[in-house]
């Protein structure tokens, strides 16, 4: 094994969403479900073409992971290919959250960082990942590949129940053939970045980068202005971590926050409407469950599933068939029985 003693850990889409809610609070718009499909530069302005309109913009910031090659090769030539690269993971039940108190690494070899065992900061234990080459949008398991990462685990840390698994998942590395970073302007248009295969350490490492970014935009010719009002935080009530009195206190001011929907995570009603009207809202099942953790729990959603969708439909004002599980076309339910049963 490896030790690394200054290793963290995060929650990476609650990172995520911190950084990107806090641009919105300061003026960022974000385009959701909007898929880019060709540009154009006429001038010095970039015309991007994709499926809610035209977008003209001075600056591009190609940061487009595993379809990164495509987009810069829409203007540029083509200088980097990326090859989507897949890995596996056990997530465990919090009976196994104490089996270590750190993040374990296996020496690295050719393929990355090899398979992790590393507690969680909801307490969870998660394992993995493999590697292995995909198609950019796989995000299926394999019994091939969860077999790999469970043997090499116990390698590891030999008293992990893997009983106690309650997800399996995958996620896809964007890699590059000479397994760096592609962080650069494009010699031939002026404003165009490309920031691309970044593979697991982005996550370490893009606060960092984000100041190279902001100095070549600068270079190319942005001019930047310090905000002076500016957002560096947002208060989020979790009800869970909150002291009996202060519960009180929030149920007393507002009643959605005294139902409790995921048992599991002591996730309340409240928790889920505001994850609904946060500056980026939650429209699916699994947006409300990475922005307040319902349906992180043993079940899985199993019990308060049905529940979110409900919440979600009547704060949207939307029928609960249009509510889906995760992105686009992953809808549960297709419209209403004949007698009624789906509302």
Not at 99 to 125: D, M, R, S, W, Y
Not at 223 to 237: F, M, N, P, Q, Y
Request: with cysteine.
């Amino acid at each position: 094994a490896l030790s690394s003693p200054n290793v963290g850990i995060v929650s990476p889409w609650e990172l995520a969403l911190a950084l990107a809610e806090t641009a919105v609070l300061n003026g960022v718009e974000v385009k959701l479900n909007t898929e880019v499909s060709g540009i154009e530069k006429e001038n010095d302005t970039y015309k991007i073409e994709t499926n809610n309109g035209v977008i003209e913009a001075k600056y591009i910031c190609n940061a487009a992971g595993v379809f990164a090659d495509k987009v810069n090769e829409m203007c540029n030539e083509k200088t980097f290919e990326i090859t989507p690269n897949k890995g596996e993971y056990y997530l465990m039940d919090k009976s196994q959250g104490n089996l270590v108190n750190h993040v374990i690494f296996q020496c690295p070899n050719e393929k990355g960082k090899g398979v992790l065992v590393a507690p969680t900061v909801h307490g969870n234990l998660i394992v993995g990942p493999d590697s292995q080459p995909s198609a950019a949008n796989d995000v299926s398991t394999t019994k091939q590949g969860l077999d790999f990462v469970r043997n090499t685990a116990l390698k590891s840390v030999p008293g992990i129940n893997f009983r106690e698994s309650i997800r399996n998942f995958a996620g896809v590395r964007a890699r590059t053939a000479d397994h760096d970073f592609h962080i650069y302007e494009d010699k031939n248009n002026k404003g165009f970045i490309n920031i691309a295969g970044m593979q697991s350490p982005g996550l370490s490492s893009a606060c960092a980068i984000a100041p190279d970014i902001l100095k070549m935009l600068e270079n190319s010719g942005l001019t930047l202005e310090a905000k002076e009002d500016i957002v560096d935080e947002r208060h989020i009530d979790r009800f869970k971590h909150l002291s009996h009195e202060d519960r009180e206190k929030l149920v007393e001011k507002n009643p959605a926050f005294g139902k409790i929907i995921c048992r599991c995570e002591t996730i309340t009603e409240g928790e889920i409407i505001n994850a609904v009207h946060r500056p980026i809202p939650a429209t699916s099942i699994d947006a409300v469950k990475r922005r307040c953790n319902a349906g992180m729990g043993r079940c899985q959603g199993g019990f308060c599933g049905p529940r979110v969708q409900e919440i979600i439909a009547r704060e949207l004002n939307k029928p609960l068939a249009d509510i889906p599980q995760d992105r686009l076309g992953t809808n549960i339910i297709t419209g209403e029985t004949k007698d009624g049963g789906a509302k």
